[in-house]
C-alpha cells in the first residue's frame, strides 16, 4: 500500500507540496483524526504525543525529535499540531516519506521513553492479520481507547482499512451507561482489563456487551476472577497480546475458545509468527513489526525480543508471564509479580493491586504488595490464608501498602513510579530464614 492510499482510506484526497514533519498533540479524538489526516497527507515524519504528558515526558519527547537547524521547541499541552521541514533521507535509508513515517510513543511499564516507527504497510499488515484471524471481511468499532495510544489507533485503522464502520466514544459515558446506538455489523470493542472490570459491576453492560463481535482485552494481564466473570456473562471476550512495536496485537483467544474454557492470549495473528527463546522470552516475527526506535532504524527481518515471558499451550497459544524487568530476586530466589497479583486478587481484598520489589540491603529485595490509597483496609489474616495454600513463602508479600495510584490514560500502571512510592513510604522488613 502507498502512503497516499492510506490517506484516501482515510477520507483524503491527493497529497498536499512539499513534505512537512508534524507533531500530534491532541486528546479529543474527532480532533486527532483531523490533524492525523492531514499528517498524512502532508508526506512528512508524523509524531504522536500523550497529551497527559507532564514536562519531564514533554521534555524527553523534545529532545528525541529535535530537528538539526529547525528551532524546534517542546510542545506545549493541549496544541493540535506543530510542523518543521521534513528530511528526505536519513542514514542512507529509505526515505521517511513513504518508510517508517509514522512515530508512536512507546515507554511500557519502565517509563524511558521511545518512538516506535510504523507506516501504512506495517499498519495495513496488522489489520489484514487481524481480519483473517477473526474471519471479519468487514470491522466495525466503538472506540474508548485514546487515539495516540496504538490500541485506540489501530482500532480505527482497522474500521478504515476495512471499509468498517468507526465510533469514538467517552469512556465516560459508557462507564456511567450511555452506549453508542451500532445497529448490525462486525463490532468490536477494545479494553484494558480495569475497564472491563467496572463495566462488569454494572448491571446492563453484560446485556450491551454481549452485542459485539469481540470485546478485545489487552494492554496488561487480566486477572483469573475477571475472566471467570466475564465467562459467567457469557462474554465474547478475546484477550490479546501486542504493544506499540507491534501495530497493537499478535496474538489473540478467540471469543469461541474463551468460552469453552481456554485461557491465554491465543494463538499468533496470520501475519505473525511467536517463539520462546532458552529462557522463556517471547520473540515475534510480523509483517507489523515496527521499522526502529526514532531517529534509529531495525534491521529488516528475524525476530525481534520482547520484554515479555511467556509459555505456549499444547493448543500452540501463548500465555504471558510477565516482564523480564519486572521478575523480583529476593536471596536468590525470583519471583514473578503478575504471579502474585492474579492470586492476591482472587483473595477479593483489593479493587487493585500491584507487586513490586523494594531494595534491601541484605536479600537484594523484598515482595511488597501495594494498593491504591482511599479503598478498603485489605483483611491481612484472610489474605495469609490464601497464600499458604498458594504461593511458595519466598513469593508472599512482606508488606502491604495504600500508595497513591500511578496509572497513565490508557489504564497502565507505571511500576517504575509503584516502586519508588513504595521504597519511599517504609524501610520494608526483612523475610523470615
Known amino acids: 500500500m502507498e502512503r497516499v492510499e492510506l490517506g484516501r482510506r482515510l477520507g483524503v484526497e491527493g497529497r498536499a507540496d512539499g513534505h512537512r514533519d508534524v507533531i500530534i498533540d491532541e486528546s479529543q479524538p474527532v480532533r486527532f483524526m483531523e490533524a492525523f489526516r492531514s499528517a498524512v497527507a502532508g508526506g512528512g515524519t508524523v509524531f504522536v504525543m500523550d497529551p497527559s504528558w507532564g514536562a519531564v515526558e514533554r521534555e524527553r519527547f523534545s529532545a528525541l525529535v529535535r530537528f538539526p537547524g529547525a528551532g524546534l521547541q517542546s510542545p506545549s499541552a493541549g496544541s493540535q499540531s506543530q510542523t518543521a521541514p521534513a528530511r528526505s533521507e536519513i542514514g542512507g535509508r529509505k526515505s521517511e516519506i513513504d518508510h517508517g513515517w509514522l512515530c508512536l510513543p512507546t515507554g511500557g511499564s519502565s517509563g524511558a521513553l521511545r518512538l516506535a516507527r510504523h507506516d501504512q504497510d506495517t499498519m495495513a499488515a496488522a489489520v489484514h492479520g487481524c481480519r483473517e484471524h477473526f474471519r471479519a471481511d468487514r470491522i466495525d468499532a466503538v472506540g474508548v481507547l485514546p487515539l495516540h495510544h496504538v490500541s485506540g489507533l489501530m482500532a480505527w485503522m482497522r474500521c478504515a482499512l476495512t471499509g468498517g464502520r468507526y465510533v469514538p466514544w467517552d469512556w465516560a459515558d459508557l462507564e456511567d451507561g450511555r452506549w453508542p446506538q451500532t445497529g448490525a455489523g462486525n463490532w468490536f470493542i477494545s479494553l484494558v482489563p480495569t475497564q472491563l472490570q467496572r463495566l462488569l459491576d454494572r448491571p446492563d453492560a453484560a446485556e450491551r456487551l454481549r452485542r459485539f463481535r469481540a470485546v478485545l482485552v ?48 491465543g494463538k499468533a495473528l496470520p501475519h505473525a509468527h511467536l517463539q520462546l527463546d532458552g529462557n522463556g522470552t517471547i520473540q515475534i516475527h510480523a509483517e507489523s513489526l515496527f521499522r526502529g526506535y526514532f531517529p534509529g532504524w531495525r534491521e529488516v527481518g528475524g525476530f525481534w525480543t520482547a520484554d515479555d515471558l511467556g509459555h505456549l499451550d499444547e493448543h500452540g497459544g501463548l500465555h504471558v508471564l510477565g516482564r523480564r524487568d519486572t521478575v523480583i530476586i529476593s536471596g536468590g530466589e525470583k519471583t514473578d509479580p503478575a504471579e502474585v497479583e492474579a492470586v492476591l486478587r482472587t483473595t477479593g481484598q483489593f479493587a487493585d493491586v500491584v507487586v513490586v520489589g523494594v531494595p534491601d540491603a541484605e536479600w537484594g529485595s523484598v515482595v511488597v504488595a501495594c494498593y491504591p490509597a482511599g479503598t478498603r483496609m485489605p483483611d491481612l489474616a484472610a489474605i495469609a490464608r490464601c497464600l499458604t495454600c498458594e504461593l511458595a513463602p519466598h513469593k508472599r508479600p512482606r508488606q502491604y501498602l495504600p500508595i497513591a495510584w500511578p496509572r497513565n490514560t490508557q489504564g497502565k500502571i507505571n511500576r517504575q513510579a509503584v516502586t519508588a512510592l513504595a521504597s519511599s513510604a517504609v524501610r520494608a522488613p526483612r523475610p523470615p530464614g
Open 218 to 265: 489487552g494492554g496488561g494481564p487480566a486477572w483469573p476472577d475477571l475472566l471467570d466473570r466475564a465467562a459467567d456473562a457469557r462474554l465474547p471476550l478475546a484477550p490479546v497480546y501486542g504493544m506499540t512495536e507491534t501495530a497493537a496485537m499478535v496474538a489473540a483467544l478467540r471469543p469461541e475458545e474463551f468460552l469453552t474454557g481456554r485461557r491465554g492470549c
